[in-house]
C-alpha cells in the first residue's frame, strides 16, 4: 500500500518559517492535499492541489512539490499555527486515499 | 451553514455491530462522493470508505473491508457506515467527509466526528 512520510514534529518560533514535508514514492504524479487540525477539532483544508489555497487559508500558508518530497511551508509562524498537519492523496492503483503520518507544529 | 453531524457513536463489546450516520445540511448532498475517515486516539488520520454520489461506486479501506458497509440515502440527505465484528482497533473518532471527486481527490468539508469505543 502507498505511504506518506511526515517528521513526526517541527518546532519554530514565532515570527519564523516552519516547513513541513511529505515523501512518497513517486508523489510527484500525484496531487497532494493538506490539512490543519487543532486539538479536539476536525481537519480542515488548508492547502490543495500541491500550491493552491481555499478561501480563508492565510497567505502564510504554501505548498510546494519537489521529486518525492511535497512541503507545506508556512511563513510568520502565529502561536494560532500550533496544530498537526496531514497531507493526503489519492493512490489511482488501490482507489484508496492515503493520508501522510502527520507533523505536529509547536510554536516555541 | 453547510455542514455535517455525525450521529451513532458510543461503547460496543469487541464482536458487537454499530451503526453509525451523517446528517448533511445546506448543500446538494446528492451531488458530491463522501467518506468515512477515522482516528484513534493519539493517532493519524485513516481514510475507511468512500461512496460516489450515485452509489454506483464505493471503496473501503482493508482495514475495513469485509466487516464495514458504507451506504446513503440522498432522499434523506444521510450517509450511514454500519460497522460488524468490531475490534479494539475500532477505537477511534469517526469523521463524514465530503470529498470532490471524480474531478478533485480532497476533503473540503467535515463533520466534528463521533466517537467509538469498542471495549469489554
Known amino acids: 500500500s502507498y505511504v506518506l512520510t511526515q517528521p513526526p514534529s517541527v518546532s519554530v518560533a514565532p515570527g519564523k518559517t516552519a516547513r513541513i514535508t511529505c515523501g512518497g514514492n513517486?508523489?510527484?504524479?500525484?496531487?497532494v492535499h493538506w490539512y490543519q487540525q487543532m486539538p479536539g477539532q476536525a481537519p480542515v483544508l488548508v492547502i490543495y492541489?500541491?500550491?493552491d489555497r481555499p478561501s480563508g487559508t492565510p497567505e502564510r500558508f504554501s505548498g510546494s512539490k519537489s521529486g518525492n518530497t511535497a512541503t507545506l511551508t508556512i511563513s510568520r509562524v502565529e502561536a494560532g499555527d500550533e496544530a498537526d498537519y496531514y497531507c493526503?492523496?489519492?493512490?489511482?492503483?488501490?482507489?484508496?486515499?492515503?493520508f501522510g503520518t502527520g507533523t505536529k507544529v509547536t510554536v516555541l | 451553514e453547510v455542514q455535517l453531524v455525525e450521529s451513532g457513536g458510543g461503547l460496543v463489546q469487541p464482536g458487537g455491530s454499530l451503526r453509525l450516520s451523517c446528517a448533511a445540511s445546506?448543500?446538494?448532498?446528492?451531488?458530491?462522493?463522501m467518506n468515512w475517515v477515522r482516528q484513534a486516539p493519539g493517532k493519524g488520520l485513516e481514510w475507511v470508505s468512500y461512496?460516489?454520489?450515485?452509489?454506483?461506486?464505493?471503496y473501503y479501506a482493508d482495514s475495513v473491508k469485509g466487516r464495514f458497509t458504507i451506504s446513503r440515502d440522498n432522499a434523506k440527505n444521510s450517509l450511514f457506515l454500519q460497522m460488524i465484528s468490531l475490534r479494539a482497533e475500532d477505537t477511534a473518532v469517526y469523521y463524514c467527509?465530503?470529498?470532490?471527486?471524480?474531478?478533485?481527490?480532497?476533503?473540503?468539508?467535515w463533520g466534528r466526528g463521533t466517537l467509538v469505543t469498542v471495549s469489554s
Open positions: 461512496i460516489s454520489a450515485s452509489s454506483s461506486t464505493i
Open positions: 492541489y500541491d500550491t
Open positions: 467527509a465530503r470529498d470532490r471527486s471524480p474531478r478533485y481527490w480532497y476533503f473540503d468539508l
Open positions: 445546506r448543500f446538494t448532498f446528492s451531488t458530491y462522493s
Open positions: 513517486n508523489i510527484g504524479s500525484k496531487s
Open positions: 493526503q492523496v489519492w493512490d489511482s492503483s488501490s482507489d484508496h486515499f492515503v
